[in-house]
């Protein structure tokens, strides 16, 4: 015999089937229990009587045509949980397991649901019954978070009801039959849910399409409050003051106004008469009229024509037809309200998902370094660059004019040959941009200063400081103050050794030349009878002179050669230091986010709009 605890708990869950994911603990923490108690009798059972304790976890069966559209919401769920209301999500889920869509609506009222009651009753209530029990039952309902309605059979009064996470209320109305419709009953605040909170705060839409209700856990009176998704929400305004309210609500409300208009209908239940009233965005209704109506037909049956009078009056034909769900026009196509949902829930998603990149950017924006100071160290290097060149002009000028440099005149080379390298290496030295580097040092501290550093202080700990700015600075010189220095070793020690082997090859040929033009003159002296001294002596003078001369021609042309090379070297110099300051200011300073959550968002923006497309070739 199975003990009555057991079965009130079976009971109990079996007739509560949003409580479906207490069965599996439940289940199999009584089945532990009974082992215990019958472990001297076992008792044998089939089977298909036993309930795993892993139901819950059971494989899902799918149509074939909802499959693909299944798994991409799964992946959704699992890459962009952050991003979707997961209640809503799960709802959609739901709706994709059966070719059968349940629709889930709520009418909710405003600060109260006197007015959603009322309304509910007149929509499911059968004119030519008497009134039923569940009328009252709706009407002396004591819930105050909510109460749902759902198609069944009246509950009979002897029995006790059986207690349920929401209080649910069975009624056997065709409209509720025919469409598959289950009604949440409930009410928001005008505030979005804390009666505390500013006027001017945004509220999610999640209020209203994802209302919230209390389910009491204990009999002190505690309560937690869980989430009721719903496919589609009517929010129902008692006269003007409260439609007022109702559109301050939707103002404040995040979320998109395509959900807003799709997903949301706002009824205003007016006391006055409704005709020649219309509205793209209310639905108006006399609730008073329609009431009076059915009372009047319930009373006497041949008060038919007054009822069908009232009733258009009322205006209900018109809300009676917004809450009956539209059927799918192929067997292909997703059912409205189920398509609407999912397509909400993806707009959301990837809404969110957007607003986190663009906070994303702001974010780094604010933390990088600002154009302006871009632009006016922009503008301090195009000053640095050209003194540079100025100075380069101006330094080889003077240099050319130098006592130093004409030390090394063609005339005196014969005794200045072994001091080239000393005096090219002091001019190259004392000339080649020596302001210059010290500007590009000034500058390069003025770029960590600023921070456009290659690297950044920030994301070192407060210790290393010290450290990184010592390393820092080595970088820096390396790559642009030094760059001039090292440019000057490298010019001095090349050009020197060139020109000292220049200078020593033209001395060299202008002494071989004399020296052969010697050897000539005194072999024509002594060997032509006709050549006297003075022939032999022009003979070495004209070899003189056209040697010197050669020596002339040739060293100042290996002088302004040298001259060209040095100034064509500062010019690349300078350019290469100005590409790579610009190139730190262009790419340094800018915080850069984190890569592993930029992965993740964009895996979950892929999953997204695969489920998008998903949806558009169910559409």
Known sequence: MTPLWLSGASRYLSNNQYSSYFVASLTGRALRIRQRLNCRAPVLRNASSLSSATAVNATKIVPSKYKTL???????????????????????????????????????????????????????????????????????????????????????????????????????????????????????????????????????????????????????????????????????????????????????????????????????????????????????????????????????????????????????????????????????????????????????????????????VKTLNARSVKNSTRETLSNVLDLFTRRAHTELQSGIETAYSSSSWKKLNWYKLLWRVDDVPLIVSDLVERYWLPQSERAFCEFSGRLVQAGLSPAEPGALAAEDLTRFQTQFWDLQSSILASKISDARRALTHISSSDLTIKAQSALAKMLAFSGGSGVLAATAYFSLPTAGLYESGCILALGIIFALRKLQVDWESYRRYWRKRIFEAGTDTIKDVESQLRQSMRDGGKAVEDGSDLSLRTEAQSAIQGAQEALSRLS
Not at 204 to 213: A, F, G, I, N, R
């Open 70 to 360: 299944y798994e991409s919401l799964q992946r959704v769920r699992r890459h962009a949980a952050i991003y979707v209301d997961l209640s809503r999500l799960d709802l959609a889920l739901q709706g994709l397991e059966t070719e059968k869509l349940k629709t889930r609506i709520a009418v909710l009222g405003i600060n109260g649901t006197s007015a959603a009651r009322l309304i509910t009753k007149l929509l499911l209530a059968d004119p030519l019954k008497e009134k039923e029990a569940w009328e009252d039952d709706l009407d002396i309902s004591t819930s105050a978070s909510g109460i749902l309605l759902k198609y069944g059979e009246l509950r009979d009064p002897s029995l006790t009801a059986s207690r349920a996470a929401i209080e649910t209320l069975p009624i056997p109305s065709r409209l509720l039959r025919d469409h598959n419709l289950e009604i949440l009953i409930g009410s928001i605040n005008s505030t979005g849910g804390d009666p505390t909170s500013s006027n001017d705060r945004n509220v999610s839409s999640d209020v209203l399409l994802s209302p919230t209700v209390d389910i009491p856990t204990s009999s002190s009176g505690r309560t937690t409050t869980v989430r009721f998704p719903v496919h589609k929400a009517f929010l129902v305004a008692k006269g003007f003051d409260e439609l007022l309210l109702l559109f301050r609500l939707l103002s404040i409300t995040q979320g998109s106004q395509q959900n807003a208009w799709e997903l949301v209908e706002r009824i205003c239940d007016m006391r006055a008469s409704v005709q020649g009233f219309s509205s793209s965005s209310v639905v108006p209704i006399n609730s008073s009229i329609a009431n009076q109506g059915l009372e009047s037909i319930r009373e006497d049956l041949t008060k038919t024509p007054d009822y069908e009078r009232l009733w258009r009056e009322s205006a209900m034909d018109n809300l009676k037809a917004k809450i009956q769900p539209s059927i799918a026009s192929s067997s292909q196509q997703l059912p409205e309200p189920l398509s609407n949902l999912i397509r909400s829930i993806l707009f959301d998603a990837s809404s969110a998902a957007e607003k986190e990149a663009l906070e994303s």
